[in-house]
């Protein structure tokens, strides 16, 4: 139900940008994020997004990433520029509950490694 694309390997400074295909079901009724996680770390909420566009973001992205949604296309964006080598990690997109603030629909990962 969820798709991630857009990895890759850059150096530090350069840009990458991630897209969700999800399905029409989800996509239309829930709010949309994306996660990340590094090895040997917890996984973090990056940026998030709710049916109405407002948005919020981690502190160590806040400037650098943009999360945006094209509704016509049920899929999610996330622009990263400036990108740090701590930004390499294993970046998963995840729908949120209508009923409360879990997060149970998840895609793979994929991968995004940043060189220095």
């Known amino acids: 139900q969820l798709q991630a694309s857009g990895g890759g390997l850059v150096l530090a400074g350069e840009s990458l940008r991630l897209s969700c295909a999800a399905s029409?079901?989800?996509?239309?009724?829930?709010?949309m994020g994306w996660y990340r996680q590094a090895p040997g770390k917890q996984r973090e909420l990056v940026a998030a997004i709710t049916k109405g566009v407002t948005t919020d973001y981690a502190d160590s992205v806040r400037g650098r990433f943009t999360i945006s949604r094209d509704n016509a296309k049920n899929t999610l964006y996330l622009q990263m520029n400036s990108l740090k080598p701590e930004d390499t990690a294993l970046y998963y997109c995840a729908a949120q509950s209508r009923f409360d603030s879990s997060w149970p629909f998840w895609g793979q990962g994929t991968q995004v490694t940043v060189s220095s």
């Open positions: 029409g079901a989800i996509f239309s009724i829930n709010a």
